[in-house]
């Protein structure tokens, strides 16, 4: 089997190891806990490798598998409306397909918010950030030809490089401007095909965390 198609279903296995650990909980406790946690994810913008995020995300799945109807079981932070997808609190998940993708429900794993949806703005700042990215994580991509008329390694490393600077901006030029209409976000922050993981992407701290 090449490691491609395996590589997937490793994950899909540990990640299901990781959350069994939910089974145990009956709905009450665990609309609770979902419940709280997003209090306190109010306010801010996530990574999406967070520890906190990732608990929430095993929760969420667990409890759409359940067909658990969070607004019915247990008071829902007022801040949060309901995803049109499936109902539960709406929490953004922007990735750097956004433009194409739409903005991803982290509880269904489907579209939550069409990009045209979202406030003119926030579009225009999306779509010139996406416009610089998308020929840089191409370079992951090119063909053997392509590979063939260049020197391959130093223009993936540059492109790596430039995927850093570029998710490091996201993050903290256009993303903040979401909390003005949506109480949190989580967003995509690695970059498999350039292999740019979340410890390339360390920021400074924000002035309300030092």
């Known amino acids: 089997m090449p490691a491609s198609d395996h590589e997937p279903q490793r994950l899909e296995k540990l990640w299901a190891e990781y ?111 996406t416009s610089r990215y998308d020929p840089v994580h191409a370079v992951a991509h090119w063909t053997e030809e392509q590979k063939r008329r260049s020197d391959y390694d130093q223009a993936y490393n540059h492109a790596a490089g430039q995927a850093e600077d570029l998710l490091n901006e996201l993050a903290q030029e256009i993303l903040p401007d979401f909390l003005d209409h949506y109480p949190a976000l989580i967003w995509e922050d690695h970059d498999t095909c350039l292999d740019v993981q979340p410890d390339d992407l360390l920021s400074e701290p924000s002035p309300d965390e030092t």
């Open 19 to 129: 959350g069994s650990f939910l089974d145990s909980w009956d709905d009450l406790t665990l609309a609770r806990w979902m419940a709280q946690t997003l209090s306190q994810l109010n306010g801010r913008i996530w990574r999406q490798s967070h520890p906190l995020i990732g608990s929430y995300r095993l929760a969420a799945v667990a409890a759409h598998q359940r067909g658990l109807k969070l607004y019915r079981v247990a008071s829902i932070p007022h801040d949060y409306t309901q995803a049109e997808c499936c109902g539960a609190p709406l929490l953004p998940f922007i990735t750097r397909d956004v433009v194409e993708d739409g903005v991803i429900c982290l509880h269904c794993n489907s579209k939550a918010l069409e990009f045209e949806s979202l406030p003119a703005e926030l579009q225009a700042s999306l779509r010139s950030w």
